[in-house]
């Protein structure tokens, strides 16, 4: 099998171009999306083999990506154990009865591989059809789950999450540890059925203090990337407004830091330290702009992560909804094109 460029660069090589993903590359910006989930709720398509495989493949075929995320969302593995919950359109993850107390944590059982069954086949499917492009499977870490689950859905401030934290943190640790061993076995399965990287997202990691983080966070993330340690897949560590956090979220154990737009990527090395390779940061907006602007901008990207060992180059979070496709395509080449050394 050919080396892929995204997998040396989780390695800290440079390969012969600047890989690229984006982070929701499935989704709403693409009009084939829109048409095969016309008729289809989220929740359900994330547990149709036919829809998984089909819309996992829809940014690759048009872009030309060096990696697919298998389309799926953080909330699945919750749902495939039972956890009444929805995904509600314009909003995200809704729960029916949100976790607050030591008696509900038994609903927070196990994940076993007939869960997901319909999901693994999918996984399954997709590396066939991917051939040499590597699949990344994923899932959501600790602290963000655990967001949705204690308020019920999503949060700006994450009051009644913090509230639990500080006031009963045995229950706290108690939470975090059920979800990191559903978050490692559903990595586990990925893994085994044939992802070739994976990516840990604490999307709202950065409503944290560095220290409330590791005392309250980082253990329960080091479990899950711990759990897929022996499979030797690249293990990609990301959240939003992680800036202060970087260094303690590589210190989690990851092979790669997902870096949001706020931080330049020769800054963040520096807080990440020269054994980790970076992932991002071109801020979703950009793309509005001129294409000349989005090259301006992308190449600043490209040239400040160089400091790191290796470089993936990404949006510093998920590709926005009413984003061109074309100026998408547009920026891939401009990566591919953009000269390494
Ligand atoms: O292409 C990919 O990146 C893979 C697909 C993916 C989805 N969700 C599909 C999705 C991934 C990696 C996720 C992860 C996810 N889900 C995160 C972490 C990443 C991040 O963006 O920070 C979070 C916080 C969620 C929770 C969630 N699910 C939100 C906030 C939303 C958006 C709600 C809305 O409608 O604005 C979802 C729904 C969701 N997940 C959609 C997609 C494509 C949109 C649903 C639709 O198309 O109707």
């Known amino acids: 099998m050919p080396a892929s460029p995204f997998l040396q660069a989780c390695r800290g090589e440079r ?93 927070l059982r196990d994940l076993e591989p007939d869960d997901v069954g319909t999901i693994t086949a999918a996984v399954e499917a997709l590396v066939d059809e991917l051939g040499d492009t590597p ?5 959501g870490a600790p602290f963000t789950l655990a967001s ?73 993330s080091a479990a899950v990337l711990a759990e897929v340690a022996d499979l030797g897949v690249p293990r990609i560590h990301f959240g939003v407004g992680t800036g202060e956090l970087l260094g303690a979220m590589g210190e989690a154990g990851a092979d790669v830091v997902g870096v949001d737009w706020r931080v330049p990527l020769d800054a963040a090395t520096r807080r990440i330290g020269p054994e980790r390779a970076v992932q991002g940061n071109l801020d979703p907006t950009v793309v509005f702009a001129p294409t000349e602007v989005v090259h301006e901008r992308a190449a600043r990207v490209i040239e400040a992560g160089k400091a ?26 401009f990566v591919h094109e953009y000269p390494v050394g």
């Open 135 to 139: 699949l990344i499977g994923f899932a």
């Open 15 to 107: 390969p012969a171009h600047t890989p690229v993903w984006f982070m929701r590359q499935a989704g709403r910006s693409l009009p084939e999306y829109r048409a095969v989930r016309a008729e289809v709720p989220m929740l359900e398509s994330c547990f149709r083999t036919d829809l998984v495989v089909e819309i996992t493949m829809q940014p690759v075929r048009r872009y030309g990506v060096d990696a697919a995320i298998f389309f799926s969302d953080i909330v699945v593995p919750l749902k495939a154990i039972g956890v009444d919950l929805d995904i509600v359109p314009g909003t995200g993850p809704v729960v029916a009865e949100p976790i607050r107390s030591a008696e509900q944590l038994t609903a």
């Open 308 to 333: 790191a060992p290796g470089h993936i180059f990404n949006l510093g979070h998920g590709v926005l909804p009413d984003t061109d496709p074309d100026a998408l395509a547009r920026l891939v080449d």
């Open 148 to 220: 949705y689950l204690i308020e019920g859905g999503p949060s700006r401030d994450h009051r009644r999450t913090k509230q639990l934290m500080y006031s009963d943190p045995d229950l706290w640790h108690a939470l975090l540890g059920r979800i990191a061993r559903i978050g490692g076995q559903f990595l586990r399965l990925q893994v085994q059925h044939g992802a070739r990287a994976i990516q840990l997202f604490d999307s709202w990691a950065g409503a944290l203090s560095l220290e409330e983080y590791q005392t309250f966070v980082q253990p329960h």
